[in-house]
């Protein structure tokens, strides 16, 4: 179970403030597979940060379970992080040096895994994604829809029960992107917990719970009418 209890985040920039979240609160329960729709700007990637431990909110608490997030010691939150929280970025965030095969060990070192082990996990990864034959691959050498799914690979290495994506279709074709989110309904069926924060409402509307955002402010919404 994860919440976000009256969070506030504010980016000050230049004596200019934004309140980027307004007293956001939100409820995820093990095994939601939840969307939250707004138009870019309204805080969605800055929401999934904030749930995902990696931006300090301004005011207001993150629970994971009965731990909240934000008073965890630095080092003990990044830990809670690597083993339970799988990230997907808009933009993938590859090493571009790394092959297919490399970026998904990432993960698995900083886990602590031996090489062996690191190879293994990769490569039966790798293959569930269908890209058995692009392990050797550098980002730069694979297709758009290619390089999501070694990101989606990599983001599953360490089984995290918690998956947060950050428009996972954004950036892709229609086609590809239909494959990205059943994808991740398959690991929402397995029972992992997913979270994607979308402007594309077609993708929002498959999620099983749905809600809006809009400057900020987190609004609940009806199926069919996003
Ligand atoms: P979305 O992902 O929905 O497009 P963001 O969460 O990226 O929205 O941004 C929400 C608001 O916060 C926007 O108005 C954006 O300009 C502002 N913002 C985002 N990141 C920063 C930052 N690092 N510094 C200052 N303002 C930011
Ligand atoms: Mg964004």
């Not at 924060?197 to 719970?209: C, G, I, L, N, Q």
Request: charged share 25%; hydrophobic share 40%.
């Amino acid at each position: 179970m994860y919440k976000m209890e009256q969070v506030c985040l504010e980016y000050r920039r230049r004596g200019k403030t934004v309140n980027a979240l307004q007293d956001a609160n939100l409820e995820i329960c093990d095994g939601d597979y939840l969307s939250i729709v707004g138009p870019s700007g309204s805080g969605k990637s800055t929401l999934l940060l904030t749930l995902g431990g990696m931006l300090t909110p301004t005011k207001g608490r993150v629970m994971a379970g009965s731990e909240s997030l934000y008073d965890l010691a630095p080092v003990k939150r990044a830990q809670l992080r690597r083993e339970k929280i799988g990230f997907v970025f808009q933009t993938f965030n590859l090493i571009p040096y790394l092959t297919a095969l490399e970026n998904v060990q990432v993960p698995l070192l900083l886990a602590g895994a031996s090489e062996a082990r690191q190879q293994e996990r990769a490569k039966q990864l790798l293959e569930r994604l269908g890209l058995s034959d692009r392990l050797d691959h550098k980002p730069g050498e694979l297709s758009v829809g290619q390089q999501q799914r070694v990101a989606l690979a990599r983001m599953l290495a360490n089984e995290p029960s918690l998956i947060l994506a950050d428009e996972p279709t954004g950036n892709l074709d229609p086609d590809t992107g239909k494959e990205v989110l059943s994808f991740l309904e398959q690991l929402n069926a397995e029972g992992r917990t997913v979270v994607i924060v979308t402007h594309d409402h077609a993708a929002a509307e498959r999620a099983k719970k749905r809600l809006r955002l809009e400057n900020g402010f987190v609004h609940p919404v009806e199926k069919g009418n996003i």
